[in-house]
């Protein structure tokens, strides 16, 4: 039984950091790439960022590109996802995901398989 469970969400001030973390069971958790979505109120679920099975590719949605950091330590079948100078519009539900078997990278949610019952990350004005 594949499991994810994510971690970490929390209630923060524009400005503030929180380290979300995703921890997977049930699957080799190295051979799959991972990846974050959001869901905010009333919105479709869309990519964040995602990270290569190794870790040495990672990609980020415009919006996060220079304040968000997803990195995976696969000796702990752990994702993270470092926020920083979070915004009111950061606001939502994280989901964490596994990718499908042979995807290396992808920002379309079809391409992931397993999802957690996500965190709620809400970043007050």
Known sequence: QVQL?????????????LRLSCTASGRTFSAYAMGWFRQAPGKEREFVAGISMSGGYTDYADS??????????????????QMNSLKPEDTGVYYCAFGRWGIGRSRIRDDYDYWGQGTQVTVSS
């Open 5 to 17: 469970v994510e971690s970490g969400g929390g209630l923060v001030q524009a400005g503030d950091s």
């Open 64 to 81: 996060e590109k220079g304040r968000f950091t997803i990195s995976r330590d696969n000796a702990k079948n752990t994702v993270y996802l």
